[in-house]
């Protein structure tokens, strides 16, 4: 199946972090842009990935970038001799009486020197002192502007952590981070709840006008002050008194994100059975800082390993590859699309699938468990352009059952989240019969995030020329079809 932007050309190369050729020359036949596009932004014609350079050699070249202030200037104060300012301001091979005049020998033994000044006449155009790379201290030092990627040979060879390590990690998503206090007072929320549902009867309208729109730490913030101010549990009073589908999407919303998401995997997990599409849902497509976020919350809330539990009820290769999933070693969405990585995992790919009797599963759940969404984008259009075959199809055609679905949903989420989501809500009300407990949940989980939410309506609408509210009231009714509006962003 095809997505909007799949296949449109430039759309999927992001630019690297502008600290990382700086100061150095561009690659041999790249047209280097005077101006980068922002991360994520198309390239420039003819010109789909800019590769990653490590910088050169400290003290060489590093002045102009940043406009350095004459060595003389009103307000300059001094680095140390031979440090950065010095006046050999585009590489030339520093004087051997820098500026202050200090005796030649001094910047060779002294510690200032060598981290931030001009180096030694031989070094320049040599690589750095061997502990410069690979020295993990290295990483995320001042000196250099920004973070040191690795070696120019190591692209395309070494595991992908090694080149993308050194990016700035994703944020965990609104309420996966450490606890906050925010500027906001939840206890008229907490006393209309409790209104709502002591005495006889229940007033549904304001629990879904209370819970529907609220975000993940307002949320929080209700449960802890229904707590306090009544000294009552407000999931326990919302099972006690709503029922169906409308009380799991209450339970759902009152939890929180986080908090239901460790429920949801217990549950897929306990009993009978497993329900692999929850496991997908939960744990496919997520940042490390989400993933990581996940394990936690679960063993503190059940007191027991996540890893655990998910060896227990899967197996063999689908057992390996969420394992892949839960050490949490995808790259970070700040890490680039570099051209010759992705032609790497493009002949991978390919290799570990068509080119071979039998398929090697555990490289195409690499590859697609540690990529971030755009090089997850670039290795499908890649491989499309080079073999005329959509990476989706080689898929369906080499795997099955639980691999082939957790497969499709990674590769789906990075060609294009929304449409992907879209197409997540229509699976579950598609067909005879509405498969409820993915639509509440889905619809719940989408809709804590209300850009990402509106960007999925309008992906339905596009894919199914259908609006999403309309086809939702098609396949419930009562109080559970209004809580779903509501999540949506309808008014009711």
């Keep these: 199946m095809s997505y909007p932007s799949y296949g449109q050309a430039g759309g999927y190369y992001q630019q690297p972090p502008p600290q990382q050729p700086y100061g150095s020359a561009p690659p041999p036949n790249?047209?280097?842009?005077?101006?980068?596009?922002?991360?994520?932004?198309?390239?420039?014609?003819?010109?789909?990935?800019?590769?990653?350079?490590?910088?050169?050699?400290?003290?060489?070249?590093?002045?102009?970038?940043?406009?350095?202030?004459?060595?003389?200037?009103?307000?300059?104060?001094?680095?140390?001799?031979?440090?950065?300012?010095?006046?050999?301001?585009?590489?030339?091979?520093?004087?051997q009486q820098p500026y202050g005049a200090p005796p030649p020998q001094q910047p060779y033994g002294a510690p200032a020197p060598q981290q931030y000044g001009a180096p030694p006449p031989q070094q320049y155009g040599a690589p750095p002192p061997q502990q410069q790379y690979g020295a993990p201290q290295q990483y995320g030092q001042p000196q250099g502007y920004g973070q040191q990627?690795?070696?120019p040979q190591q692209y395309g060879a070494p595991p992908p952590q090694q080149n993308y390590a050194q990016y700035p990690p994703t944020p965990p998503s609104l309420g996966y981070g450490p606890p906050q206090i925010i500027q906001w007072n939840g206890d008229?929320?907490?006393?209309?709840?409790?209104?709502?549902?002591?005495?006889?009867?229940?007033?549904?309208?304001?629990?879904?006008?209370?819970?529907?729109t609220k975000d993940p730490l307002q949320i929080l913030t209700i449960r802890n002050a229904y707590s306090r101010i009544h000294r009552r549990d407000l999931v326990a009073d919302i099972k006690s008194e709503t029922r169906g589908w409308f009380e799991a999407g209450l339970v759902a919303l009152a939890r929180g994100p986080l908090l239901h998401d460790v429920h949801q995997l217990y549950e897929a997990m306990s009993g009978p059975g497993t329900k692999e599409l929850v496991l997908n849902d939960v744990l496919l497509g997520r940042s490390n800082a989400d993933i990581n976020?996940?394990?936690?919350?679960?063993?503190?809330?059940?007191?027991?390993?996540?890893?655990?539990?998910?060896?227990?009820?899967?197996?063999?290769?689908?057992?390996?590859?969420?394992?892949?999933?839960?050490?949490?070693?995808?790259?970070?969405?700040?890490?680039?699309?570099?051209?010759?990585?992705?032609?790497?995992?493009?002949?991978?790919?390919?290799?570990?699938?068509?080119?071979?009797?039998?398929?090697d599963e555990m490289k195409v759940c690499s590859i697609l468990s540690t990529r971030n969404d755009k090089q997850i984008e670039a290795i499908a259009y890649e491989y499309h352009a080079k073999y005329a075959r959509r990476l989706e199809d080689v898929i369906r055609k080499e795997f099955s059952g639980h691999m082939e679905d957790a497969l499709l949903f990674q590769?789906?989420?990075?060609?294009?989240?929304?449409?992907?989501?879209?197409?997540?809500?229509?699976?579950?009300?598609?067909?005879?019969?509405?498969?409820?407990?993915?639509?509440v949940n889905r619809v719940v989980r989408f809709h804590w995030d209300r850009n990402n939410m509106m960007a999925v309506r309008n992906a339905y609408v596009q894919r199914y020329r259908k609006d999403l509210a309309q086809r939702i009231k098609g396949e419930t009714s009562g109080d559970y079809e209004r809580l779903l509006l509501a999540c949506i962003g309808e008014n009711v």
Excluded: C, W
Aim: no cysteine; proline share 15%; charged share 20%.
């Design 293 to 359: 976020a996940i394990k936690s919350e679960y063993q503190r809330t059940f007191h027991r390993r996540l890893e655990d539990d998910v060896r227990g009820d899967l197996s063999m290769k689908t057992e390996r590859h969420f394992m892949i999933v839960l050490a949490a070693q995808r790259a970070e969405d700040s890490a680039p699309v570099v051209k010759a990585e992705i032609d790497r995992d493009v002949n991978e790919l390919y290799n570990a699938t068509e080119a071979k009797m039998g398929t």
């Design 30 to 95: 790249q047209y280097p842009p005077p101006q980068q596009p922002p991360y994520g932004g198309a390239p420039p014609p003819n010109q789909y990935y800019q590769q990653p350079q490590a910088p050169p050699p400290q003290g060489y070249g590093q002045q102009p970038p940043y406009g350095a202030p004459p060595p003389q200037g009103p307000g300059y104060v001094s680095p140390a001799p031979g440090a950065y300012g010095a006046q050999q301001p585009y590489g030339a091979p520093p004087p």
């Design 188 to 212: 008229g929320d907490a006393n209309a709840l409790r209104s709502a549902m002591k005495g006889f009867g229940t007033d549904e309208q304001t629990l879904i006008r209370v819970l529907a």
């Design 149 to 151: 990627p690795p070696p």
């Design 411 to 439: 590769l789906r989420q990075g060609i294009n989240k929304p449409v992907h989501q879209a197409k997540l809500l229509e699976d579950a009300m598609a067909g005879l019969g509405t498969k409820d407990h993915l639509l």
